[in-house]
Nanobody
């Protein structure tokens, strides 16, 4: 399974970006998904996660109210809508997937995910 992330770019503070992650096969209906990010010189951190249906989600406190995670299982696509971007949001963003039999579960710990995209760079200038 391959995950392909896209949508990153250079924006100014306060602007918006939408990231997408497409799976190479029909993984999404049976997978919990998440976005992580890694800023220069820092460890990779959880941004947002969602369960198999997209009906349940969790966010890092730093992005709550500004970012929205969503998914379209029919299109094998996960998205991250990022609004009111700040310079501290600058990072490489990665999508991740984990097959799970549990419909309601989403996961926060990085080592719970077995599939990772290649990352897309988001740069927010002040």
């Amino acid at each position: 399974v391959q995950l392909q992330a896209s949508g990153g770019g250079l924006v100014q503070a306060g602007e918006s970006l939408k990231l997408s992650c497409v799976a190479s096969r029909s993984l999404l209906p049976v997978a919990a998904m998440a976005w992580y990010r890694q800023a220069p010189g820092k460890e990779r951190e959880f941004v947002a996660g969602t369960n198999r249906s997209g009906g349940r989600s969790a966010y890092a406190d730093s992005v709550k109210g500004r970012f929205t995670i969503s998914r379209d299982n029919a299109k094998n696509t996960l998205t991250l809508q990022m609004n009111s971007l700040k310079p501290e949001d600058t990072a490489v963003y990665y999508c991740a997937a984990r097959e799970t039999p549990y419909v309601r579960s989403y996961y926060i710990k990085m080592d719970e995910y077995g599939y990772w995209g290649q990352g897309t760079l988001v740069t927010v200038s002040s």
